[in-house]
């Protein structure tokens, strides 16, 4: 059985059929099974082969696709399907084999002709948004030297953006529509709107904001990530479909595949979004990496974006504008259709700190 998975991989179709030597294992008292290793399958389309020493993955990738894989698995995944295996993945002198049935089936996928590219389905990988404006009710967030308060931009920003979003047929779930915390309490306010995004099961959670400095004279744009995401995501009918594996091994080695697609997304979504505003009469600060609450706690691809800053004059000046927001908004859209169309995005590279609020509870 065939489980597909969300991953942007190019693929090609391939048409060849592979010559392979094989390894004889047995199984059982009674029987043996003929097995073919993952390495011959490297060297006949030249791929590279990479091993996770933490998780015990093995990537083999190039060439247009892609099979993940771990020893005792009961199946794998090749280009973005995963697929339920008759026999687990076996270990033989240090290389990973599969039976040769299975390994008939892996060959069906890779050229089965309707399997031309993931990457092309119309309505593009990010599908769902969720967009948290941050602060809201008593948590007004910074404010700025004419008065403009955090939270009401970020409500703006965030309404006109899941409207421009909508209209792109990408479905948009919200935090907050009101001025209005989800709790009393600054933790729980936090800790609920992670709750959001991991119960709707996002395709991306996109965190809105404005920063703060005491110089008033720094100005720009940030993109951060948490670099320390230990939220290991679970393996719903959502990514691979109905037919679940049964086996912890398997489910947990998904869970780790999954995690790695998702950190790869956001840096790639977050340069998106880093040549999108560069367009902004502002300066870029860069990608940054940050352990705010509402990131690090995600299970699903997640990013926090400061506007700009409020602490400065010309800056809180635009903010005051509404066609600056509609611009704000206008930006952020058109870094995830275009991710949605390419998947990449080439930009200056991340910088390591912020001068303004970086490292803050708030967010």
Same mark, same amino acid.
């Given at each position: ?26 199984? +059982? ?39 993940? $894989? ?16 008759? @026999? ?95 709790? $009393? ?6 800790? +609920? ?7 709707? @099961?996002?395709? *991306?959670?996109?965190?809105?904001? $404005? ?22 995501? $679970? ?13 912890? @091994?398997?489910?947990?080695? *998904? ?16 340069? +998106? ?87 803050? @509870?708030?967010?």
């Amino acid at each position: 059985m065939y489980i597909y998975l969300d991953m942007r991989i190019s693929l090609f179709v391939l048409s060849m059929v592979v010559a392979l030597t094989v390894i004889t294992g047995p199984v +059982a008292a009674d029987t043996k099974i003929t097995y073919v290793t993952l390495s011959q399958l490297a060297q006949k389309y030249n791929l590279k082969h990479e091993r996770d020493s933490l998780t015990g993955r093995e990537v083999f990738s190039g060439n247009g696709y892609n099979i993940v $894989a771990s020893s005792g698995m009961s199946g794998l995944i090749v280009n973005n399907k995963f697929t339920v295996l008759e @026999q687990k993945l076996k270990s033989i002198n240090g290389q990973l084999a599969v039976s040769r049935s299975d390994f008939s089936r892996v060959e069906n996928i890779l050229i089965e002709p309707q399997r031309k590219d993931v990457s092309a389905r119309p309505n593009g990988v990010i599908r769902k948004i969720v967009i948290d404006p941050g602060h809201g009710g008593d948590f007004r967030g910074c404010k700025g030297r004419n008065g403009l308060c955090e939270k009401d931009v970020t409500l703006d920003v965030s309404r006109r953006l899941r409207e421009l979003l909508e209209e792109n047929n990408i479905k948009v779930v919200m935090t907050r529509t009101t001025d209005r915390s989800l709790s $009393a309490n600054l933790n729980e306010d936090l800790r +609920a709107r992670v709750e959001v995004g991991n119960r709707e @099961q996002p395709d *991306l959670f996109i965190s809105i904001h $404005a920063n703060w400095a005491n110089d008033p004279s720094v100005k720009g744009f940030e993109i951060y990530y948490s670099p320390e995401n230990n939220v290991l995501p $679970a393996p719903s009918a959502r990514h691979i479909g109905q037919d679940r594996p049964d086996d912890r @091994q398997t489910i947990k080695a *998904l869970s780790h595949i999954l995690k790695d697609e998702y950190s790869r997304r956001t840096i790639e979504i977050a340069k +998106a979004i880093q040549k999108q505003f560069n367009k902004l009469p502002t300066e870029d600060r860069g990608v940054r990496k940050a352990n705010f609450k509402v990131v690090k706690y995600s299970e699903f691809p997640s990013i926090l974006v400061e506007m700009g800053f409020l602490s400065n004059k010309a800056e809180a000046a635009n903010f005051k504008s509404d066609s600056y927001r509609q611009e704000i908004a206008e930006r952020l859209r058109d870094a995830i259709i275009s991710y949605n169309g390419t998947g990449t995005s080439k930009t200056p590279p991340e910088r390591p700190e912020s001068s303004g609020r970086a490292g803050s @509870q708030w967010e």
